[in-house]
């Protein structure tokens, strides 16, 4: 009879403590962040993931009682280098990374050796934006209208020159895809930042580039350059004149790149939780929806768990465009 008694209050006693814990352990996770967070941005600033992360970052921050984040450029190596140290991160939810496309489903294809696994070493948050490209041309240098009237051009010239942003990025592999569409093999010419690549569509050193709507739509509704198509399946409410490249005639091409936030593998799955839905929440309020979709992008908002989805089945598309091209960036 003791020993019973002794058992029950053991089993007491482990039931107090249990409740006394579990209140602060709530506590814990939900008082998450009580420092600033950083999100990692693999490119330089004012490109298209630059703006989306910063944008992000003031609607987390005000939704946070004003805790800071903090956008934390690296580029270099089309995102690598950023998803590198991301990928090393302490797993606390207090570094994150705005990943896009390329870092997360084009890179296992077009590199035999990566300094990180995108499958193993990230945990999806949420993906935050969609982006179409845009076929900017220089008006003062290329005589076309649309896309029809500059593949004709460019059969005429010495060759089809189009600037990208790095290698092994989506308008790196877009050029190929549209050199297929319109039946001539492309030249891409590896820019390292935006900015270079505008410059040589200025000097007229490129004949076109595949830029982001956020990015494209400042120069064209300046006059500076000519948007020719969209690649998404439906126009850019940014750019609602320009026709997409599919109603031009050329059907399957349409292509778009992603970005979203990622945390380093093993981040405590009530902090992922906490952060997509804070995500989700932040770019589908109305201010926020408007401000992204000012900016040229479509707003998403994914659950880590759609956004899993997407990568995966992205990483098996790209790959499919990696193949066809024998491209190896190693």
């Known amino acids: 009879m003791p020993r019973l008694i002794r058992r029950r209050s053991l089993a007491a006693a482990i039931a107090l403590a ?62 690598l280098i950023a998803a590198s140290e991301a990928a090393r991160a302490q797993p606390d939810g207090y570094t994150l990374m705005l990943g896009e496309t390329g870092q997360l489903s084009i890179a296992p294809s077009s590199y035999n050796k990566l300094p990180y696994d995108p499958q193993k070493d990230f945990v999806p948050v949420s993906q935050v934006v969609t982006s179409d490209f845009v076929l900017l041309v220089n008006p003062q240098k290329v005589p076309a209208k649309n896309v029809k009237e500059f593949a004709a051009w460019t059969q005429q010239q010495k060759g089809l020159f189009l600037a990208t942003f790095g290698t092994g990025t989506p308008g790196h592999f877009g050029a ?29 050193d490129v004949q076109g580039v595949f830029a982001s709507v956020a990015l494209a739509a400042p120069n064209v509704k300046s006059g ?10 439906t126009r850019s409410p940014a750019l609602p004149d320009v026709p997409t490249i599919k109603e ?29 839905a804070d995500i989700q929440k932040a770019v589908s309020s109305p201010e926020g929806r408007q401000r992204i979709e000012d900016a040229g992008f ?21 790959g499919k465009a990696v193949a066809a091209t024998g491209f190896k960036a190693d």
Do not use: C
Not at 24 to 40: E, M, N
């Open 18 to 79: 249990t409740a006394m814990l579990a209140p602060h352990a709530f506590a814990q996770s939900t008082a998450y962040p009580t420092h600033p967070v950083r999100i990692i941005v693999g490119f330089a600033a004012g490109t298209g993931p630059d703006i989306v992360a910063r944008l992000l970052a003031q609607k987390l921050s005000e939704a946070w009682g004003g805790q800071g984040v903090i956008v934390d450029n690296k580029p270099g190596a089309g995102g």
């Open 176 to 204: 190929y895809m549209f050199g297929e569409a319109v039946k001539q093999k492309p030249e891409p010419v590896h820019y390292k930042t935006p900015t270079d690549a505008l410059g040589g569509l200025f000097s007229g």
């Open 224 to 233: 500076k350059l000519a948007a020719l198509g969209t690649t998404g399946a």
């Open 248 to 276: 031009q005639g050329y059907p399957t091409l349409a292509f778009n790149s992603w970005f979203g936030i990622v945390a380093p593998a093993k981040t405590p799955p009530e902090i992922v939780a906490k952060l997509s």
């Open 298 to 318: 479509r707003v998403t908002g994914t659950t880590g768990a759609e956004f899993g989805r997407i990568i995966a089945a992205d990483t098996v598309t790209w």
